[in-house]
């Protein structure tokens, strides 16, 4: 059975109770009612788990032995799916209340003992309600802070997409190609069982690894020619431009690592910084396979696009040289069985 009491509007806080004793709920009811609370209250004890189910509560006072389950079970049961609801058990007598370890695990707040007087479980509700506000400040901080994030990441991707187009806007080949090898990555991150953050992570790294070219001179990204030793240590420095670039942005931490280091070499002999096996990022270890693909089957000024076949030996002649070989494996295996998904990727870009 459930019993509703007129809300008082200037109580922001809605407490349910649960007993199965009627003369409890009506008891409770009157008193609550006259201390401003918003009020709901419940004989059956299923019956309430269902409605909390539907409707915000802030705090519930709930009977311990009650029928057709014990109040532990109610908790239990709630605890699923709410966290955050604030629990005041109530006792016929303090030797029936479960055991200090069972309060803990469930994360009831408190309890106190049935009376005639509820002066004790006052002092509760209101202690509790001083911990529900502070507890929804927080909330709203936190929503807050996450919302300036959003607003601040947005702002700096924004800027940094703005580079990266600048990158593209120089050198022709570039063009797409980030966008590509983004999408690569994902593709062999899937394969990998990753998580979806890892898989964002790995996305966004695609999208922004080359953003170093912008500290290269066009005179040298633009050569069509063979490059000379000056030539190409200034493009074998663009990860670390890149990463220079980025650092000082905290949003971009997660994909440093793939920005300053998706050209090394599993044998070790990659640069900048000369990083071997499983020393190298493991994304940065994705990104370079996704790069490498792309640069063998895209069209350049002074060679057209190798044929897959080609491409796949190139791949598996470099395992364990050039690339992470059980890394290497996925992506051959993707080229194998799922090589329209790749031909997707192509089209799209």
Do not use: W
């Not at 420095?237 to 000082?248: F, K």
């Not at 090394?264 to 096996?277: F, H, I, N, T, V």
């Amino acid at each position: 059975m459930r019993k509703n009491i007129t809300q008082n509007n200037s109580s922001e806080y809605k407490i349910i109770v649960v007993d199965d004793e009627i003369g409890i709920i009506d008891s409770l009811s009157i008193f609550l009612k006259r201390s401003g609370y918003s009020y709901t209250g419940v004989t059956n004890p299923v019956e309430a788990i269902e409605l909390i189910k539907k409707e915000h509560f802030d705090m519930l006072i709930l009977d311990f032995l009650m029928t057709p389950i014990h109040g532990d079970k109610v908790v239990e049961e709630i605890r699923k799916f709410n966290k955050d609801l604030y629990i005041l058990l109530l006792t016929g007598h303090k030797d029936l209340a479960p055991p200090l370890e069972t309060i803990k695990k469930l994360e009831i707040q408190g309890y106190c003992e049935k009376s005639d007087k509820f002066d004790q479980l006052l002092l509760l509700i209101e202690s509790g309600i001083k911990s529900i506000e502070q507890m929804n400040l927080i909330k709203k901080i936190n929503r807050e802070l996450s919302d300036t994030y959003e607003k601040l990441e947005r702002a700096y991707l924004e800027s940094i997409e703005t580079l990266r187009y600048t990158v593209e806007a120089k050198d022709p080949y570039t063009r797409g190609h980030s966008d590509r090898v983004a999408e690569y990555s994902v593709l062999i991150g899937k394969a990998l069982n990753l998580s979806d953050d890892d898989l964002n992570t790995l996305h966004i790294g695609g999208l922004f690894h080359d953003i170093g070219k912008i500290g290269v001179p066009d005179s040298i990204l633009l050569k069509e020619g063979k490059l000379d030793e000056n030539e190409y240590s200034q493009i074998k420095n663009h990860p670390a431009i890149g990463a220079h670039i980025l650092h000082n942005a905290s949003i971009f931490a997660n994909i440093l690592p793939i920005v300053e280091h998706h050209h090394e070499r599993y044998d070790g002999k990659g640069y900048p910084s000369r990083l071997a096996g499983k020393d190298i990022p493991y994304f940065a270890r994705i990104t370079a396979i996704a790069d490498s693909f792309d640069a063998m089957t895209s069209k350049r000024t002074y060679r057209n696009a190798l044929p897959i076949e080609d491409v796949k030996e190139e791949i598996s002649k470099n395992l364990g040289t050039q690339f992470d070989p059980t890394i290497g494996k996925v992506f051959l295996n993707i080229l194998d069985t799922n090589y329209n998904k790749i031909i997707e990727i192509e089209k799209k870009y």
